[in-house]
């Protein structure tokens, strides 16, 4: 009966028990994720001095958004105990369609090609989802599947066509490239979409829903949460975030070709995975995805305003992946251990 | 017994209980393995009608020393997928090992001795995958995806954007070469002789008990004293081995150790091993439909690279595979199931 209640945190311990605010603060995942970001940023700050600039903020806010913006939607799959490794794909494929779509309709208001951008999105992510949802087929062959699937329709699309800035309204570039009093507008976009879903899983029945079935399938079975309907309904919110960071993705960029976000779904994976989602489903939060990107993007920029060449970045970021899955399961475990004691 | 085979067991009780069924599969090839050979033998048959260059055996040779990388790194995937866990760091070992072959080389080290440094970093890979996942009890998927950055980005450290291309000349005629005066190439023969011992070992072998085992329940095989970290410990140094043994193989090949050789390459091995029948959750899955579904998407590619069809429509292909692979045995499934309830109740 607890199930939903305590869906948050797979490890339960006794709510009963009186502590203190400061200590269950500090024995969130997201807290020690928030220190470890701060120890990043003044790291960074005190090697550089050009780190700590309005500029370079901006920089960093604007370079993880779009990560942030899929790895939301993966977070949601993650919750219900599966996993979307196509979204490279998607985002690639509607990239594509979005920057072409534009730039063949001049005269369409870009509402309609976001709209348009996002509904392919969801028809991508609900190819995805009645696959796994209805068939009960693993998640990890069915996108692994999609991700080639996906890539391949983006190039029979494309084929070696590419959508320049020059083929696209200045418009088009202004849906990413707007501020509202100093702050990028892609970054608001993160915002909002990461606001939204935190309250979804968060404060609605639905959300709270996702979270139980991965956090135990059968008990959130028994209960009456119809599994289908939720793991089919992650995977289309993965694929609608993903069409709409599509049009984002064309217009920061500005030139689109059938190569586009190749290799994407793994950098999200991993800005997922920092920020504490848990790939056996049921546990995380939208704000650790938030750190989780923000993590890795300080890391990529500081590195690079110190000037580590650009070959060590992926090293870097594979250590921190790592360090990150063996800090959360070190914590768990305390966590764990805790409960079992009393 | 009953632990690492209960499919087996019921297979093998089957005729006894139903005497229309005169025939039962044995173990190593099913119906999923026959069904992978007559899709080998349709699209050899359609190559051939398609293209008179298909059907040749120099088109053989060249399809088969092309694919001598792939074609090992699946071995040790299928072991490792069989036993539920899974490597997506493979391609980037493969081209660590690579570099590693190549820095040495270019040190001074004696080819022997470069090899065996190689290698030895691929061992040492597997070893960390493997430390991460069974001691410290870290899923594979994430660790992998981890290490996965983590060993490429060390090839990329280590050879930056360079490559290697001096290799010594009796090695790199070793790895294009072939048999003798056959058409047969060198690295065909040893994935041959690799893959052989492995399915050997994996359908009679204790090791391959254990793996089945482990894959299928790794609390009973506990119970039964099966040294289930040991076993998972060994697999992913396999792994590593002969990802490394692949990439330098693979520069000898295209004579040149580069840092980005073999990018990607893990989700073809993955695809081909989860074709071939193993299942993600372990347990399930024969070497043979492995080694078919390695034929099988090798052949495809082939003839659809001689239709000049582009590299990434044939992924598409290769995804739709993978996707037809899991959909049509659950359809199967339900329309068996269907038909068994129209049966009981006339």
């Given at each position: 009966m607890s199930t939903l209640n305590a869906t948050r945190k797979a490890?339960?311990?006794?709510?009963?028990?009186?502590?203190?605010?400061?200590?269950?603060?500090?024995?969130?995942?997201?807290?020690?994720?928030?220190?470890?970001?701060?120890?990043?940023?003044?790291?960074?700050?005190?090697?550089?001095?050009?780190?700590?600039?309005?500029?370079?903020?901006?920089?960093?806010?604007?370079?993880?958004?779009?990560?942030?913006?899929?790895?939301?939607g993966v977070a949601m799959v993650?919750?219900?105990?599966?996993?979307?490794?196509?979204?490279?794909?998607?985002?690639?494929?509607?990239?594509?369609?979005?920057?072409?779509?534009?730039?063949?309709?001049?005269?369409?208001?870009?509402?309609?090609?976001?709209?348009?951008?996002?509904?392919?999105?969801?028809?991508?992510?609900?190819?995805?989802?009645?696959?796994?949802?209805?068939?009960?087929?693993?998640?990890?062959?069915?996108?692994?599947?999609?991700?080639?699937?996906?890539?391949?329709?983006?190039?029979?699309?494309?084929?070696?066509?590419?959508?320049?800035?020059?083929?696209?309204?200045?418009?088009?570039?202004?849906?990413?490239?707007?501020?509202?009093?100093?702050?990028?507008?892609?970054?608001?976009?993160?915002?909002?979409?990461?606001?939204?879903?935190?309250?979804?899983?968060?404060?609605?029945?639905?959300?709270?829903?996702m979270l139980a079935l991965g956090s135990n399938p059968s008990a959130a079975e028994k209960m009456g949460i119809a599994s289908k309907r939720w793991v089919f309904g992650a995977f289309v919110l993965s694929g609608v975030l993903s069409g709409f960071a599509g049009v984002l993705w064309g217009a920061r960029y500005g030139t689109v070709d059938s190569s586009v976000a190749t290799g994407f779904e793994l950098v999200v994976l991993a800005a997922v995975v920092v920020g504490g989602v848990s790939v056996n489903g049921g546990n995380g939060t939208i704000l650790g995805v938030l750190v989780g990107a923000a993590i890795l993007s300080v890391i990529s920029i500081g590195l690079a305003l110190l000037n580590v060449s650009q070959f060590w970045l992926q090293a870097i970021q594979g250590l921190v992946i790592i360090a990150a899955i063996i800090f959360d399961i070190v914590i768990r475990r305390r966590v764990e251990g805790k409960g079992k004691r009393s | 017994m009953t632990v690492h085979a209960p499919e087996k067991s019921e297979s093998g009780l089957a005729p006894a209980a139903n005497p229309r069924k005169r025939y039962s599969f044995p173990s190593w090839f099913g119906p999923?393995?026959?069904?992978?050979?007559?899709?080998?033998?349709?699209?050899?048959?359609?190559?051939?009608?398609?293209?008179?260059?298909?059907?040749?055996?120099?088109?053989?040779?060249?399809?088969?020393?092309?694919?001598?990388?792939?074609?090992?790194?699946?071995?040790?995937?299928?072991?490792?997928?069989?036993?539920?866990?899974?490597d997506l760091s493979i391609a980037s070992v493969f081209g660590l090992s690579g570099v590693v072959f190549g820095l040495s080389i270019e040190g001074g080290l004696p080819l022997p001795l470069a090899i065996l440094s190689a290698i030895a970093v691929?061992?040492?890979?597997?070893?960390?995958?493997?430390?991460?996942?069974?001691?410290?009890?870290?899923?594979?998927?994430?660790?992998?995806?981890?290490?996965?950055?983590?060993?490429?980005g060390i090839a990329f450290i280590l050879l930056e954007s360079r490559s290697v291309s001096d290799l010594p000349l009796e090695f790199t005629s070793f790895a294009q070469g072939n048999v003798g005066m056959t058409l047969i190439p060198n690295g065909f023969v040893l994935f041959l002789v690799v893959a052989i011992v492995a399915g050997i070992l994996l359908a009679r072998g204790s090791v391959g008990r254990k793996t089945y085992a482990v894959g299928s329940s790794v609390a009973a095989s506990r119970f039964s004293g099966v040294r289930v970290k040991k076993v998972k410990r060994g697999l992913f140094i396999f792994s590593g081995s002969i990802a490394a043994v692949a990439g330098v193989m693979y520069s000898g090949y295209v004579s040149s150790a580069r840092a980005n050789n073999g990018t990607g390459l893990e989700l073809s091995v993955i695809a081909i091993v989860l074709i071939g029948g193993v299942s993600m959750y372990g347990g399930k899955g024969s070497f043979i439909g492995v080694m078919l579904s390695l034929l099988l998407v090798t052949t495809l590619t082939s003839w659809m690279t001689l239709g000049y069809v582009t590299t990434n429509i044939q992924y598409t292909v290769i995804g739709l595979l993978m996707i037809g692979a899991v959909v049509v045995p659950v359809l199967v499934g339900k329309v068996r199931d269907l038909v068994q309830r129209r049966r009981a109740q006339p």
């Open positions: 490890p339960q311990h006794p709510s009963s028990k009186p502590t203190g605010r400061l200590r269950r603060l500090f024995e969130q995942r997201e807290t020690s994720l928030v220190l470890v970001l701060a120890g990043l940023v003044v790291f960074f700050s005190l090697m550089s001095s050009r780190f700590a600039s309005v500029a370079n903020a901006g920089q960093i806010v604007t370079d993880m958004s779009i990560v942030v913006i899929v790895g939301i993650l919750f219900t105990r599966n996993i979307d490794v196509s979204t490279g794909s998607m985002v690639g494929l509607t990239a594509f369609f979005a920057a072409d779509f534009a730039a063949k309709n001049p005269g369409l208001p870009l509402i309609f090609v976001v709209l348009a951008s996002c509904l392919l999105g969801a028809f991508l992510g609900a190819i995805n989802g009645a696959l796994v949802a209805t068939l009960k087929v693993p998640s990890i062959m069915v996108t692994l599947g999609t991700l080639y699937i996906f890539r391949g329709v983006d190039s029979a699309l494309a084929g070696a066509n590419q959508v320049t800035a020059q083929n696209l309204s200045p418009a088009y570039n202004q849906i990413a490239s707007w501020t509202l009093f100093g702050f990028p507008g892609i970054f608001i976009y993160a915002l909002v979409i990461a606001a939204i879903a935190h309250v979804f899983i968060r404060h609605t029945y639905s959300g709270r829903s | 999923w393995e026959l069904s992978l050979l007559g899709l080998v033998i349709i699209v050899i048959l359609l190559g051939s009608s398609s293209s008179p260059y298909f059907a040749t055996p120099e088109n053989f040779a060249i399809t088969a020393a092309a694919a001598v990388g792939l074609s090992l790194m699946v071995v040790p995937m299928a072991w490792l997928m069989i036993a539920e866990e899974i691929g061992a040492i890979a597997g070893l960390i995958n493997g430390f991460l996942t069974v001691d410290i009890g870290l899923p594979s998927l994430v660790v992998t995806v981890g290490t996965l950055a983590l060993f490429r």
